[in-house]
Nanobody, 115 residues
Framework: QVQLVESGGGLVQAGDSLRLSCAAS????????MGWYRQASGKQRELVAA???????HYANSVKGRFIISRDNAKNTVYLQMNSLKPEDTAVYYC?????????WGQGTQVTVSS
């Protein structure tokens, strides 16, 4: 079973950038679509961005134009480049199979954006 580990979060100021990484213990090629999710304190987990093999991408309206999702199947890693960060981006960020909930969810990586 593929294990996913998120990293790259931290404390930044509004307008700064971060790049999150999602490293897989196995090949992510077998996962057709990977998604980045986030959950802010007291809020429901939401899909931020998604990417499929073949290059299809999708972004939530709240991050469109600021975030870029990419995947490197050779390195078994999915990335989320986060630019022009806003305080409302503060959340724990997770990566997961977009199409299935069969894989366990990781601990995520905390992103905190101060104003």
């Amino acid at each position: 079973q593929v294990q996913l580990v998120e990293s790259g979060g931290g404390l930044v100021q509004a307008g700064d950038s971060l790049r999150l990484s999602c490293a897989a213990s196995g090949s992510i090629f077998s996962i057709n679509a990977m998604g980045w999710y986030r959950q802010a304190s007291g809020k429901q987990r939401e899909l931020v961005a998604a990417i499929r093999n073949g290059g299809y991408t999708h972004y939530a309206n709240s991050v469109k134009g600021r975030f870029i999702i990419s995947r490197d199947n050779a390195k078994n890693t999915v990335y989320l480049q986060m630019n022009s960060l806003k305080p409302e981006d503060t959340a724990v960020y997770y990566c997961h199979d977009l199409d299935s909930d069969s894989l366990p969810w990781g601990q995520g990586t905390q992103v905190t954006v101060s104003s």
